[in-house]
C-alpha cells in the first residue's frame, strides 16, 4: 500500500499559502546599533519579538565595557550591514490591514 502524500507533494508547492509574510533579522546576526551621538556600537540579535500585526522588536547583546548589556530596540535603532541576513516567516491565520 502506498504511503499517503502531503498535500502539494507532487508539485513541490509548501503546504500552506501564507496570508502574511515578514522579513526580519535572524537571531545571532551581528548588527551595529545606533546611539545618541551618532555612535555605531556592535551587536548581536538574540531574539525577535512581535509586538503586534507587523511592529517587530528586537533583543540585542552587546559589551559595555567589561559588562555584558541586552536592550530591546525597533528596527529604526539598527544599522544592518552588508552581511545582514534577513529571513521570512508567514502567517495562514489572521487579517492583514
Not at 65 to 92: D, H, K, N, Y
Request: with cysteine; net charge positive; hydrophobic share 40%.
Amino acid at each position: 500500500m502506498p504511503a499517503a502524500k502531503s498535500a502539494g507533494a507532487t508539485t513541490g508547492a509548501p503546504f500552506f499559502q501564507p496570508k502574511v509574510i515578514m522579513r526580519i533579522l535572524k537571531p545571532g546576526t551581528e548588527v551595529k546599533l545606533l546611539v545618541p551621538g551618532g555612535e555605531r556600537v556592535p551587536a548581536i540579535v538574540t531574539a525577535a519579538t512581535i509586538r503586534r500585526h507587523d511592529h517587530v522588536v528586537y533583543e540585542c547583546v552587546f559589551w559595555n565595557g567589561l559588562s555584558r548589556s541586552e536592550v530591546w530596540v525597533s528596527p529604526i535603532e539598527i544599522m544592518s550591514t552588508e552581511t545582514t541576513e534577513r529571513i521570512a516567516i508567514g502567517f495562514s491565520n489572521g487579517e492583514t490591514k
